[in-house]
């Protein structure tokens, strides 16, 4: 392949290095490079290789089209590198991007975005995150920084959600990992359950990657909840911890999300993880771009499908039409572009808003599918409204 003919923008040593997929296009196309901070080891690897494959192949639709941009083609190529989960490989690989000349991000987790949205704000670049971390993240003093998936944020639609599907749910306890995330997850989801009525009997932390989670599980049946909430908890934390509470005798209902379903129910087990009620989750397609993206997945990766993939769908389109319609590649142009970027996703309109919550729109809004463990399998359960005025 040669960049003879190519305006390339930051396109690194690295990136090169690696491969990243890069495929013939047309001659004079000119290539946006995305640089990807993902969890592609580690406890939270499965949702970081979920959402590479999901990149990877909204890319190749977005490119088959291309980006016109007064006159020329421009196509998208995404640049992956393994944060690990963990903060200071996440800064040394952002470092890394920004030395290479890469203009905009993607970053996965709260404990991997939050260290580094200084630095790319003082660059200028684009970020685009799935994490949580309130005003730490977002906000006008970021005005580059958005959120491309709902996090603490879901707690607006979901906690009215339950009031009304299980009324018999009264007290709440909730339990984080000790870092940005389960700060900020805690704090927002105990405001917003105690907002819609809630009473909140129980607050713990529990160190990220643990392989002991008895001794949190343990305070947390002490308090006799009717729901835990696992807030900003990922990956394997969350099915070690199901496991614990139902070997404790924990008998309530337990609320999670940031998971892949069906990996979460082979570490919990499917007793222990019957009945779990995981918010932001499409166990199943409801609508035919839904059946298309699990079609897709099947035929080239097999089964199971990780639901994952669905909330890590719309997102790289959302960017491509917000650099469309900015009719640039400057990030700071694609930026203001993006605060006013309708787009019909997976999960109908979706746009950047929450102002009143961030002082800025910086932060994706739309449906929250709600799933449930049956049967040891993940099901469809509801399809939940973003509420008004939030």
């Known amino acids: 392949m040669t960049f003879a003919r190519r305006e390339v923008l930051a396109l690194g040593s690295g990136a090169l290095a690696m491969g990243l997929g890069l495929r013939p296009g047309h001659a004079d196309d000119n290539t946006i490079v995305l640089g990807c901070s993902l969890p592609l080891s580690g406890p939270a690897a499965p949702t970081g290789i979920t959402t590479q494959r999901t990149i990877e192949h909204a890319l190749e639709l977005i490119n088959a089209q291309g980006i016109d941009i007064n006159g020329k083609r ?99 306890a909730h339990m984080n990992p ?20 809630f009473q909140t009997v129980g607050n713990e932390y529990f160190k990220r990657g643990s392989t002991d989670m008895y001794p949190v599980a343990t305070r947390l049946v002490g308090f006799n909840p009717d729901l835990i909430d696992f807030g900003g908890t990922i990956g394997r934390d969350q099915g070690l911890a199901t496991k614990a509470l139902r070997e404790l005798g924990y008998k309530g209902k337990i609320l999670l999300g940031y998971s892949d379903a069906r990996s979460f129910v082979d570490i919990a087990g499917p007793d222990a993880a019957e009945g779990t ?93 709600m799933s449930v463990i049956k049967g040891g399998k993940p099901s469809y359960l509801a399809t939940v409204d973003w509420p008004a005025g939030v």
Not at 96 to 118: C, H, I, Q
Not at 181 to 196: K, L, P, Q, V
Not at 290 to 314: C, E, N, R, T, V
């Open 178 to 197: 000790s870092d940005e995330a389960g700060f900020t997850e805690s704090e927002d989801r105990r405001m917003i359950s105690e907002r819609a009525g």
């Open 74 to 172: 421009y196509t998208i190529v995404a640049q992956f590198l393994d944060n690990k989960y963990v903060p200071a490989e996440a800064v040394t690989i952002v470092e890394k991007m920004l030395a290479d000349g890469v203009r905009f991000l993607y970053s996965s987790g709260s404990g991997n975005s939050v260290p580094v949205v200084e630095k790319t704000t003082a660059a200028k670049v684009l970020q685009m995150s799935g994490a949580s971390g309130k005003g730490h993240l977002t906000g006008p003093q970021f005005p580059y920084s958005f959120r491309v998936q709902p996090t603490n944020e879901t707690a607006y639609a979901v906690y009215p959600w339950i009031a009304k599907t299980y009324p018999e749910v009264k007290r709440v």
């Open 277 to 369: 009620i995981l918010f932001d989750t499409l166990a199943e397609p409801q609508t035919p771009e839904q059946k298309a993206l699990y079609d897709w997945w099947i035929a080239k990766y097999g089964a199971p499908f990780p639901s994952f993939a669905f909330l890590m769908w719309d997102w790289p389109f959302i960017f491509a039409a917000a650099i469309r319609k900015a009719q640039s590649v400057d990030p700071v142009v694609v930026s203001d572009a993006m605060r006013t970027t309708t787009y019909k996703g997976l999960f109908g309109e979706e746009k950047f808003g929450m102002k009143s919550v961030y002082g800025t729109d910086c932060s994706l809004t739309r449906q929250i599918p």
